[in-house]
């Protein structure tokens, strides 16, 4: 049982370039989110898709796009890296709300 | 503001009682209290969730005040593995979930 997958697990980036994070989860959650962590702040939501076809914004989510593929995958894409977003990424499911949800290991993403 | 309010720090012997406090003073009624813990290079994992009344299960325990303005999570026997991150989260409009900075637990041999 994978549970929530996400690749890749680092990535170094020069200031200006795009990336896309991946996330799939294999437990048929309806609910999926992105978090980033910066030390010191605890974790902060970028953006969160409530079910397949729907997305929206969360605390932080200036500099970030999002794709919610189908069910089982939901995408962040950073269009132009920038030094700021240096951080670890955790991308989150659960079957509904936040009750229980599944954490990935997260992407450690350093922009230089 | 959306965010709970906890300690910085705690610590606690070894297969002693824990109890890691949080204030959500602006909760609504219904908000429900949500706690993660995070162990180093780990994402975060599910603690418990409750409403109004005390909650258990095979992790912990969850005492939520009669005010619902404050909880506090137990955990009745630390071991060296609970040491972590304990965040305390409450629900905010719609499907947000906002994390504070987190209770580290050091659990003294």
């Known amino acids: 049982n994978a549970g929530v997958t996400q690749t890749p697990k680092f990535q170094v980036l020069k200031t200006g370039q795009s990336m896309t994070l991946q996330c799939a989860q294999d437990?048929?959650?309806?609910?999926m989110y992105w978090y980033r962590q910066d030390p010191g702040m605890g974790l902060r939501l970028i953006y969160y898709?409530?079910?397949?076809?729907?997305?929206d914004k969360g605390e932080v989510p200036n500099g970030y796009n999002v794709s919610r593929l189908n069910k089982r995958e939901f995408s962040l894409r950073l269009e132009s890296a920038a030094p700021s977003q240096t951080s670890v990424y955790f991308c989150?499911?659960?079957?509904?709300?936040?009750?229980?949800?599944?954490f990935g290991q997260g992407t450690r993403l350093t922009v230089v | 503001d959306a965010k709970t309010t906890q300690p910085n720090s705690m610590e606690s012997n070894e297969e002693e009682p824990v109890h890691l406090p949080c204030n959500h003073s602006?909760?609504?009624?219904?908000?429900?209290i949500h706690w993660y813990r995070q162990l180093p290079s780990q994402g975060p994992e599910y603690v418990i969730h409750g409403l109004t009344s005390n909650v258990n299960n095979r992790m912990a325990s969850l005492a939520i005040a009669e005010d619902r303005k404050s909880s506090t999570l137990i955990l009745h026997r630390a071991t060296l593995r609970d040491a972590a991150v304990y965040y305390c989260i409450r629900e905010h409009t719609g499907n947000q979930f906002y994390f504070g900075t987190g209770t580290s637990l050091t659990v003294i041999p």
């Open positions: 898709s409530a079910s397949e076809g729907t997305t």
């Open positions: 437990m048929n959650h309806n609910s």
């Open positions: 602006t909760i609504s009624g219904t908000d429900y």
């Open positions: 989150a499911s659960s079957e509904t709300g936040f009750y229980e949800a599944f």
